[in-house]
């Protein structure tokens, strides 16, 4: 299995700041993935972000709402930026591990965000 | 366009019982089928995937069952107890690569006894 730790685990952010979650992986991993899920909702993806390379946005996310960094193999944020109430959700991150049929998607625990 | 589609949306279980959770996808290239269980607070947790070289995977009490040509797989909950009580989300994604996993729905089920 991935351990795979995010920071902060739960905050509450007032309207219009921006806050940065941080995943951090146990070892090293080519893709990291960042996923909302609003209450009561399923997990929709944001953005894949691979090291040394921009992210890429999925459909109805953009880079100046959901800035992303990924540093090195084993390291990524994602900025919620200009918070709106819309915006309370799970972040989670996830990575994909092993090789070939072996392979295995995991999550974090996720950051919790309430936008008041 | 919904790629997976999960049913029910709920579903109460007597203890002992068997909660059964069904997904179709639509896209043929999706060869691996993970299902995930999440509980109040938490992230969600990898239960148990399936290839489509194989019809059946079961562990402990959980089993997928897979019908490649339909497109459907589902989950079996064999015994389930209160402890089960929780989401469930079936997803899907092309195992070559680096691509991300396309979620269904999620269904809550309770185990009641």
């Known amino acids: 299995s991935a351990v795979i730790s995010q920071k902060p685990s739960r905050d509450i952010c007032q309207r219009g700041t921006s806050l940065t979650i941080q995943c951090q992986v146990d070892s090293q991993v080519t893709m990291m993935f960042w996923y909302r899920q609003q209450p009561g909702q399923s997990l929709t993806l944001i953005a894949t972000?691979?090291?040394?390379?921009?992210?890429?946005?999925e459909s109805g996310f953009v880079i100046d709402k959901f800035p992303i960094s990924r540093p090195n193999l084993t390291f990524s944020t994602l900025t919620v930026s200009n918070m709106s109430p819309e915006d309370s959700s799970i972040y989670l991150c996830?990575?994909?591990?092993?090789?070939?049929?072996?392979?295995?998607?995991?999550f974090g625990e996720g950051s919790w965000l309430t936008v008041v | 366009q919904q790629q997976v589609k999960q049913s029910p949306q709920s579903l109460i279980v007597q203890k002992g019982g068997i909660s059964i959770i069904n997904c179709a996808y639509e896209?043929?290239?999706?060869?691996?089928f993970p299902w995930y269980q999440q509980f109040p607070g938490k992230g969600p947790a990898l239960l148990i995937a399936?290839?489509?070289?194989?019809s059946e995977k079961k562990e402990g009490r959980f089993t997928i069952s897979f019908n490649k040509s339909a497109k459907q797989f589902s989950l079996h909950i064999m015994d389930s107890q209160p402890g089960d009580s929780a989401t469930y989300f079936c997803?899907?994604?092309?195992?070559?690569?680096?691509?991300?996993?396309?979620f269904g729905k999620g269904t809550r089920l309770s185990v009641i006894a």
């Open positions: 996830s990575v994909r591990r092993g090789t070939g049929s072996g392979n295995t998607i995991y």
């Open positions: 997803a899907a994604s092309m195992n070559s690569g680096n691509t991300p996993l396309v």
């Open positions: 972000a691979n090291q040394g390379s921009e992210a890429t946005y």
């Open positions: 896209n043929t290239a999706f060869d691996y």
């Open positions: 399936i290839r489509p070289d194989v």
